[in-house]
């Protein structure tokens, strides 16, 4: 069977074009930057009370607590992103 093109071709300009959704950002990052930066320091205290050879060990909940840094370092980031925005397009 032979396929057919679109009729309607696509300009080539919609990743140039596209708009993010700055109120749902604001919201998911307003949410999470205060989420994980309580996780990050729950997992540090966790790994700082843990015993040496308990379970979880204390290096996975290092890495934890590194991952919710990271993670809470990625949503301020993108607070501060979507509020420069917002005052400029809004």
Do not use: H, Q
């Not at 996780?39 to 379970?55: D, I």
């Amino acid at each position: 069977m032979r396929t057919t093109t679109p009729r309607r071709w696509r300009s080539g300009t919609e990743p140039s074009n596209a708009r993010s959704d700055l109120k749902l950002r604001y919201l998911l990052s307003l949410t999470f930057t205060p989420l994980f930066a309580l996780a990050t320091a729950a997992f540090a205290v966790w790994a700082a009370n843990s015993p040496a050879y308990g379970a979880p060990s204390r290096g996975t909940l290092t890495g934890f607590a590194v991952a919710c840094g990271l993670l809470t370092l990625f949503a301020a980031v993108d607070l501060v992103v979507v509020i420069r925005r917002r005052r400029t397009e809004l």
